[in-house]
């Protein structure tokens, strides 16, 4: 059975997720975008073992506990190809746009769509997102999906910032919309949602351009 434990971290109020095997306790940490100790009181506090950090994709918010992370846990990183490099980049990261510190990271594994991702018996599958940033990465899950910014409650992400791509996201949120609408989604900020609360009530997905093949 599948584990999920959310941390709300960093100057953003990100939601950092805690993903695995609740048999063993092993467990995927999910864009830790700050506050290192709030992560690991959370994983002492469920006798969890973390296993590897994923990234949906690499701006500051949802990186920035990683080296700390890595550090404290001896764990690997993976990210997309294209995100891997604003693991170093203070601009491509948006960190110097808000003018907060930066602690350079690096990718320890790459991932591409479709790759499975297997904590204990817990399984996600590698969905690309691109749009709000250049290689944006979902994780789909048995009835689950964490979506970093690419689809909020109501609300879609930004496409304003370096890397990003307005296209590119209609046919991330096109391909979000192929889920079951029962399918919950667990986004980089604010509240869950499902697929079908999205279809119905989402305002920015009622106009989508076709579909690319």
């Known amino acids: 059975m599948a584990l999920l434990d959310t941390v709300v971290v960093g100057p953003?109020?990100?939601?950092?997720?805690l993903f695995g095997d609740s048999a063993t306790r092993q467990c995927a940490i999910i864009d830790p975008g700050g506050d290192l100790d709030l992560i690991a009181d959370a994983i002492e506090q469920e006798d969890l073992r973390?296993?590897?950090?994923?990234?949906?994709?690499?701006?500051?918010?949802?990186?920035?506990a990683v080296e700390g992370l890595k550090r404290r846990y001896g764990l690997r990183v993976g990210s997309s190809q294209a995100e891997a490099r604003c693991l170093g980049d203070q601009r491509l990261s948006g960190a110097a746009?808000?003018?907060?510190?930066?602690?350079?990271?690096?990718?320890?594994?790459?991932?591409?769509?479709?790759?499975?991702?297997r904590v204990g018996s817990a399984k996600l599958r590698a969905?690309?997102?691109p749009g709000h940033s250049s290689g944006g990465l979902?994780?789909?899950?048995?009835?689950?999906?964490?979506?970093g910014d690419v689809l909020?409650?109501?609300g879609v992400g930004r496409y304003d910032l370096p890397g990003s791509d307005f296209d590119e996201?209609?046919?991330s949120l096109g391909r979000l919309l192929d889920l079951d609408d029962k399918t919950v989604v667990?986004?980089?900020?604010?509240?869950a949602t499902t697929i079908g609360h999205e279809r119905r009530h989402n305002p920015f997905l009622t106009d989508l351009p076709p579909r690319r093949k």
């Open 50 to 64: 973390p296993e590897m950090i994923l990234l949906t994709h690499a701006h500051f918010d949802h990186t920035g």
């Open 138 to 147: 979902s994780f789909v899950g048995d009835g689950l999906v964490f979506v």
């Open 127 to 129: 969905l690309a997102t």
């Open 169 to 171: 996201l209609c046919q």
């Open 186 to 191: 667990y986004p980089g900020h604010g509240p």
């Open 12 to 17: 953003l109020e990100t939601n950092c997720y």
């Open 97 to 117: 746009w808000f003018g907060v510190p930066f602690e350079p990271s690096m990718a320890d594994f790459f991932i591409a769509d479709g790759d499975e991702i």
């Open 152 to 154: 909020f409650r109501e």
